[in-house]
């Protein structure tokens, strides 16, 4: 408790000075997203919302965000221009006249060429390297992307239609980096001398656990139209200290907001904390490779996958959003979130041909009211499969004896600790034990990378709004797929004979029968190529289905996305992707 009020008071003292200081470009504004110190702020690596938003402050791309009276719209950002071929499989970018780099020199379409090659190259090993598989590959393996500089035109060429393309265009992964500048680890990326980009501000220093500071960047295209003299991007981590640096004046603007503070703060600071909307999807993963088998019994793969779901089923989930988050969430039905879009429908939660999942989270079991109509049915899951237990459905006081104990991990801010506790009291309500262990977010994305985690709090929130972002996650190749899906043990040692293989074998599709290339990553492909829109819907639809039989995601709700900013920022955009755009930020009186 004392290491905790020594940080929230001299995160108070050191922000105060410079919360919203004058500078000669403007003011400079103090902000903190939460998430603490992000794995990396090389766009190309990065697959963190917290570290996205600290790389849109130096980098943009051909598409962007403009901001008007409040309101968001895609528009060109370093395009001038774009036209798309009859066929849809040709983009021609016609760039800005004059752009530059943040270091004053030069930036040229074939800036552009370099740093999609750097970004798609396998060797790189991106998380989001699987993106670029929407454009065509030359006979070298390079990109099917053509620069002229002195036209400043650059001619993409897709493998097949894409509807989303432009969105990726306005995506992290897409912004251009100086090649020669950035190293293979990303390193590079805290060094305000190296991070050179093309966004509105500019990196002037760089601190783990503490803030990354950002000047305005008069090379900006369109600096005219930038305000802030610059942005402090402080890097906790912690919610109380984040929530007492915003009431002591030292922020302007804070997400990782405690839910249990929501009354409070409505009635302290009213219209300050905002419930803004978000396509996401707060949910459990579970690693293949573990081992839930019974003591003296082994459970094929396929059997475990019905252990996991019911894992999930155990969870009431319109009591954790009324009681727990209670930001105005939606109990989750599936793994798409409520207003994605697969091309036919713009909510596939509501369309035709979609499943749903956990119908009965929060309906009393005609068994015993005492459960949920949910809990009944994981606890007869659990029976069959042969696991021993004390007490009855009927009596109220089943008790799973032995079920394996498994490391839950998650990375700590209030509203991931209150969500977590009330998963594990659920669990072990029925006497199943997750057993927690809390990391930093850093820290804890290359544990799951590494595929060294056995179940962990996870969220996605949508790049673009199309399914195929919400599926793309679990491809085979996927650096995001941290159930491993597809994919070998990594650097989990826990696993048995019976499930060393679990990832790789032919244990998934809809007959339990096909490698997970196969079923899966086969079906993504389609999905990509497919131009009638009902049968890509169709396709959608039954990826989901392939993914929740597998039990290794359990989504608990749909997000929202809580923060706080104070009332005399104006003109600040807070997308549904969890974007938070600054470039037209005015602060008033």
Same mark, same amino acid.
């Given at each position: 408790?004392?290491?905790?009020? =020594?940080?929230?008071?001299?995160?108070?003292?050191?922000?105060?000075?410079? =919360?919203?200081?004058?500078?000669?470009?403007?003011?400079?504004?103090?902000?903190?997203?939460?998430?603490?110190?992000?794995?990396?702020?090389?766009?190309?690596?990065?697959?963190?919302?917290?570290?996205?938003?600290?790389?849109?402050?130096?980098?943009?791309?051909?598409?962007?965000?403009?901001?008007?009276?409040?309101?968001?719209?895609?528009?060109?950002?370093?395009?001038?221009?774009?036209?798309?071929?009859?066929?849809?499989?040709?983009?021609?970018?016609?760039?800005?006249?004059?752009?530059?780099?943040?270091?004053?020199?030069?930036?040229?379409?074939?800036?552009?060429?370099?740093?999609?090659?750097?970004?798609?190259?396998?060797?790189?090993?991106?998380?989001?390297?699987?993106?670029?598989?929407?454009?065509?590959?030359?006979?070298?393996?390079?990109?099917?992307?053509?620069?002229?500089?002195?036209?400043? &035109?650059?001619?993409?060429?897709?493998?097949?239609?894409?509807?989303?393309?432009?969105?990726?265009?306005?995506?992290?992964?897409?912004?251009?980096?100086?090649?020669?500048?950035?190293?293979?680890?990303?390193?590079?990326?805290?060094?305000?001398?190296?991070?050179?980009?093309?966004?509105?501000?500019?990196?002037?220093?760089?601190?783990?656990?503490?803030?990354?500071?950002?000047?305005?960047?008069?090379?900006?295209?369109?600096?005219?139209?930038?305000?802030?003299?610059?942005?402090?991007?402080?890097?906790?981590?912690?919610?109380?200290?984040?929530?007492?640096?915003?009431?002591?004046?030292?922020?302007?603007?804070?997400?990782?907001?405690?839910?249990?503070?929501?009354?409070?703060?409505?009635?302290?600071?009213?219209?300050?904390?905002?419930?803004?909307?978000?396509?996401?999807?707060?949910?459990?993963?579970?690693?293949?490779?573990?081992?839930?088998?019974?003591?003296?019994?082994?459970?094929?793969?396929?059997?475990?996958?019905?252990?996991?779901?019911?894992?999930?089923?155990?969870?009431?989930?319109?009591?954790?959003?009324?009681?727990?988050?209670?930001?105005?969430?939606?109990?989750?039905?599936?793994?798409?979130?409520?207003?994605?879009?697969?091309?036919?429908?713009?909510?596939?939660?509501?369309?035709?041909?979609?499943?749903?999942?956990?119908?009965?989270?929060?309906?009393?079991?005609?068994?015993?009211?005492?459960?949920?109509?949910?809990?009944?049915?994981?606890?007869?899951?659990?029976?069959?499969?042969?696991?021993?237990?004390?007490?009855?459905?009927?009596?109220?006081?089943?008790?799973?004896?032995?079920?394996?104990?498994?490391?839950?991990?998650?990375?700590?801010?209030?509203?991931?600790?209150?969500?977590?506790?009330?998963?594990?009291?659920?669990?072990?309500?029925?006497?199943?034990?997750?057993?927690?262990?809390?990391?930093?977010?850093?820290?804890?994305?290359? *544990?799951?990378?590494?595929?060294?985690?056995?179940?962990?709090?996870?969220?996605?929130?949508?790049?673009?709004?199309?399914?195929?972002?919400?599926?793309?996650?679990?491809?085979?190749?996927?650096?995001?797929?941290?159930?491993?899906?597809?994919?070998?043990?990594?650097?989990?040692?826990?696993?048995?004979?019976? &499930?060393?293989?679990?990832?790789?074998?032919?244990?998934?599709?809809?007959?339990?029968?096909?490698?997970?290339?196969?079923?899966?990553?086969?079906?993504?492909?389609?999905?990509?190529?497919?131009?009638?829109? =009902?049968?890509?819907?169709?396709?959608? =639809?039954?990826?989901? *289905?392939?993914?929740?039989?597998?039990?290794?995601?359990?989504?608990?709700?749909?997000?929202?996305?809580?923060?706080?900013?104070?009332?005399?920022?104006?003109?600040?955009?807070?997308?549904?992707?969890?974007?938070?755009?600054?470039?037209?930020?005015?602060?008033?009186?």
């Amino acid at each position: 408790m004392k290491k905790l009020l =020594a940080l929230v008071l001299s995160l108070m003292m050191v922000l105060s000075f410079c =919360a919203m200081s004058a500078s000669a470009e403007g003011e400079v504004i103090n902000v903190m997203y939460g998430g603490g110190t992000p794995e990396t702020l090389d766009p190309a690596l990065n697959s963190a919302s917290t570290g996205s938003n600290t790389i849109r402050l130096a980098f943009c791309g051909l598409m962007g965000t403009q901001v008007v009276d409040g309101v968001a719209s895609k528009a060109p950002e370093m395009a001038e221009s774009y036209e798309v071929s009859e066929d849809g499989t040709v983009y021609t970018f016609t760039l800005r006249e004059g752009l530059k780099w943040s270091d004053g020199s030069d930036f040229f379409a074939s800036d552009f060429v370099k740093s999609w090659n750097r970004a798609a190259d396998p060797e790189l090993g991106a998380d989001y390297g699987y993106l670029f598989d929407v454009i065509a590959r030359l006979d070298d393996g390079t990109l099917n992307v053509v620069a002229d500089d002195e036209a400043r &035109t650059l001619v993409v060429t897709l493998t097949s239609p894409c509807a989303y393309f432009l969105e990726l265009c306005g995506f992290t992964t897409f912004y251009p980096v100086k090649v020669e500048l950035a190293d293979a680890e990303g390193a590079w990326a805290t060094d305000p001398a190296k991070y050179i980009g093309t966004g509105p501000f500019r990196m002037t220093e760089f601190k783990v656990d503490d803030v990354a500071s950002f000047e305005k960047n008069p090379y900006y295209w369109n600096a005219e139209k930038v305000s802030l003299g610059g942005i402090n991007a402080y890097l906790a981590e912690d919610s109380v200290a984040i929530l007492a640096a915003y009431e002591s004046d030292a922020v302007s603007f804070c997400e990782s907001v405690d839910p249990a503070e929501f009354e409070r703060l409505n009635s302290t600071y009213p219209g300050e904390l905002v419930m803004g909307d978000q396509l996401g999807t707060y949910y459990i993963l579970f690693n293949v490779h573990k081992d839930l088998s019974p003591e003296g019994k082994t459970l094929t793969v396929q059997e475990q996958s019905k252990v996991r779901y019911a894992l999930g089923l155990m969870i009431n989930r319109q009591d954790e959003v009324d009681y727990v988050t209670m930001g105005g969430e939606e109990a989750a039905t599936g793994f798409f979130p409520s207003g994605l879009s697969d091309g036919l429908n713009e909510n596939v939660r509501a369309a035709e041909g979609y499943d749903t999942w956990y119908t009965g989270t929060a309906t009393p079991s005609e068994e015993n009211p005492v459960y949920t109509a949910d809990m009944v049915e994981a606890i007869h899951i659990l029976m069959d499969l042969g696991y021993s237990y004390t007490g009855s459905i009927e009596g109220g006081d089943i008790k799973f004896t032995d079920v394996p104990s498994f490391e839950f991990s998650f990375n700590q801010n209030a509203t991931n600790s209150a969500i977590v506790q009330y998963v594990q009291e659920c669990w072990n309500s029925v006497g199943i034990t997750g057993v927690i262990n809390t990391e930093a977010w850093a820290t804890l994305q290359v *544990k799951l990378g590494k595929g060294d985690a056995e179940a962990s709090r996870m969220g996605w929130v949508a790049d673009f709004n199309d399914c195929v972002n919400f599926l793309e996650i679990f491809i085979s190749k996927s650096g995001n797929n941290y159930p491993r899906l597809g994919q070998d043990v990594g650097e989990y040692t826990r696993y048995t004979d019976n &499930t060393k293989d679990a990832g790789l074998g032919a244990y998934w599709g809809l007959n339990g029968d096909q490698t997970w290339a196969e079923c899966y990553d086969a079906l993504v492909d389609e999905i990509k190529a497919e131009t009638d829109p =009902a049968a890509r819907a169709a396709k959608c =639809a039954e990826a989901e *289905k392939i993914l929740m039989a597998t039990g290794a995601v359990a989504p608990l709700h749909f997000y929202k996305n809580p923060y706080m900013v104070k009332p005399n920022v104006k003109n600040l955009a807070v997308l549904v992707t969890g974007d938070v755009v600054w470039n037209y930020v005015t602060i008033g009186e």
